[in-house]
């Protein structure tokens, strides 16, 4: 929801970033000036800033970069990771004053510009960041040029007033309107139906190595419009919002299951999985957002460290087998979060399909995690030989 915008000037305008709580910082605008507002949350990745602000998970969110100098390599026309920007607005410490790489097409500051994404600069990003480390993420909203002016007690007013995150369906806004489609790159397996809740390039890209045409489809598409596609399998891609929002898109994914679909879903995917499996999910005082998080994987008791973009959880036990809740076998906890004990993946004993919490596509994260799009394309080729065999 951000407003309409000036070009900015040789000086800096004032911006100020509110809080819910109250607390203000005063800084200088960064990027398209005017007023944004949304859920205030931090990354600490320190390389990867524009794969950051256009992966659709942070649809609704106001991004602060931890790393302090950011803009320093500019952007290109090849590391977007969808087709926008998609944040609500962005906080940096000190924007880099000039742009140096060979790959750069243009600086950070005027890609927000154009795509109208209102920011701050030149405020203690390692202050708000602990704020929010110490009472969970906060809506906020940034104001600056014009805005800045407006009176402080309207400022807060404006930001107590907006949506909270929890409740939010957000897939609509980051979806695809109509289906497209990857090919296979190399031998082909077959059609892989992509539900869209926020999809990113790379995820894309990393599924048509694996020898599947990707057909990416709308998040409105219905069980019957995933058959027309003849899959051999089905994933859900991570997207923004509260999981127990997206109750149809658990009930698809029912009918995915119950068609004995094999099933590989990340992030919001991971969490609508759980929901379907008849597990809870719960949001997480300020969530996981970076390319540093150590995560066990218990199959092989590797620990991995692993991009993460995500403000909500699934409620299950961490340890042993456990029965789905909704009649789908045996499940187990498949990895962990060492930092602090969250359900990082899912995995089915009884029917094919697993989940992860977190990024394996590795933008602009670590590449541990990439043997993810290996493992299910493993399952796939499995299922289908066990069918053929009948």
Same mark, same amino acid.
């Given at each position: 929801?951000?407003?309409?915008?000036?070009?900015?000037?040789?000086?800096?305008?004032?911006?100020?970033?509110?809080?819910?709580?109250?607390?203000?910082?005063?800084?200088?605008? %960064?990027?398209?000036?005017?007023?944004?507002?949304?859920?205030?949350?931090?990354?600490?990745?320190?390389?990867?800033?524009?794969?950051?602000?256009?992966?659709?998970?942070?649809?609704?969110?106001?991004?602060?970069?931890?790393?302090? &100098?950011?803009?320093?390599?500019?952007?290109?026309?090849?590391? +977007?990771?969808?087709?926008?920007?998609?944040?609500?607005?962005?906080?940096?410490?000190?924007?880099?004053?000039? *742009?140096?790489?060979?790959? =750069?097409?243009?600086? @950070?500051?005027?890609?927000?510009?154009?795509?109208?994404?209102?920011?701050?600069?030149?405020?203690?990003?390692?202050?708000?960041?602990?704020?929010?480390?110490?009472?969970?993420?906060l809506r906020g909203a940034i104001f600056s040029g014009d805005a800045e002016g407006i009176d402080a007690d309207e400022q807060l007013r404006i930001v107590t007033e907006a949506p909270l995150m929890s409740g939010q369906n957000l897939s609509g806004?980051?979806?695809?309107?109509?289906?497209?489609?990857?090919? =296979?790159?190399?031998?082909?397996?077959?059609?892989?139906?992509?539900?869209?809740?926020?999809?990113?390039?790379?995820?894309?890209?990393?599924?048509?190595?694996?020898?599947?045409?990707? &057909?990416?489809?709308?998040?409105?598409?219905?069980?019957?419009?995933?058959?027309?596609?003849?899959? *051999?399998? *089905?994933?859900?891609? +991570?997207?923004?919002?509260?999981?127990?929002?997206?109750?149809?898109?658990?009930?698809?994914?029912?009918?995915?299951?119950?068609?004995?679909?094999?099933?590989?879903?990340?992030?919001?995917?991971?969490?609508?999985?759980?929901?379907?499996?008849?597990?809870?999910?719960?949001? @997480?005082?300020?969530?996981?957002?970076?390319?540093?998080?150590?995560? @066990?994987?218990?199959?092989?008791?590797?620990?991995?460290?692993?991009?993460?973009? &995500?403000?909500?959880?699934?409620?299950?036990?961490?340890?042993?087998?456990?029965?789905?809740?909704?009649? %789908?076998?045996?499940?187990?906890?498949? &990895?962990?979060?060492?930092?602090?004990n969250v359900v990082e993946g899912l995995r089915a004993l009884d029917i094919p399909a697993f989940s992860v919490q977190y990024h394996p596509e590795a933008a602009s994260g670590p590449r541990d995690a990439n043997y993810l799009f290996d493992r299910?394309?493993? @399952?796939?080729?499995?299922?289908?030989?066990?069918?053929?065999?009948?």
């Amino acid at each position: 929801m951000t407003a309409t915008t000036t070009t900015a000037s040789s000086l800096p305008d004032p911006a100020v970033l509110v809080l819910e709580d109250g607390s203000r910082f005063r800084g200088h605008a %960064y990027g398209a000036r005017g007023t944004t507002i949304g859920e205030v949350v931090f990354a600490t990745g320190m390389t990867g800033y524009q794969e950051t602000i256009t992966d659709p998970s942070y649809a609704g969110q106001i991004v602060l970069q931890t790393a302090p &100098h950011i803009g320093n390599t500019g952007v290109n026309e090849e590391d +977007n990771e969808s087709r926008r920007i998609w944040v609500e607005g962005y906080i940096v410490r000190d924007p880099s004053r000039i *742009v140096s790489n060979w790959r =750069a097409t243009d600086s @950070l500051e005027n890609v927000l510009q154009r795509d109208n994404i209102v920011g701050i600069s030149g405020i203690d990003t390692r202050a708000v960041t602990r704020r929010l480390r110490s009472v969970g993420s906060l809506r906020g909203a940034i104001f600056s040029g014009d805005a800045e002016g407006i009176d402080a007690d309207e400022q807060l007013r404006i930001v107590t007033e907006a949506p909270l995150m929890s409740g939010q369906n957000l897939s609509g806004q980051v979806s695809v309107e109509v289906p497209t489609l990857t090919p =296979a790159v190399g031998e082909r397996i077959g059609n892989l139906a992509v539900i869209d809740l926020g999809v990113k390039q790379a995820t894309v890209n990393n599924l048509a190595a694996r020898g599947f045409d990707v &057909h990416v489809l709308p998040q409105t598409s219905t069980f019957a419009e995933i058959q027309a596609v003849e899959p *051999v399998a *089905v994933f859900y891609s +991570n997207g923004p919002g509260d999981p127990s929002a997206s109750e149809r898109h658990v009930a698809l994914l029912r009918e995915v299951l119950d068609a004995n679909l094999p099933f590989f879903g990340i992030c919001f995917g991971n969490q609508l999985l759980g929901r379907a499996l008849g597990l809870g999910t719960y949001k @997480l005082p300020f969530g996981h957002r970076g390319i540093n998080q150590p995560v @066990l994987d218990r199959a092989t008791g590797r620990v991995e460290i692993t991009a993460h973009n &995500h403000g909500f959880a699934v409620e299950a036990p961490l340890e042993g087998s456990f029965d789905s809740p909704n009649g %789908y076998g045996k499940v187990e906890v498949s &990895h962990i979060g060492l930092n602090d004990n969250v359900v990082e993946g899912l995995r089915a004993l009884d029917i094919p399909a697993f989940s992860v919490q977190y990024h394996p596509e590795a933008a602009s994260g670590p590449r541990d995690a990439n043997y993810l799009f290996d493992r299910f394309r493993d @399952l796939v080729v499995a299922h289908i030989s066990q069918k053929d065999a009948k």
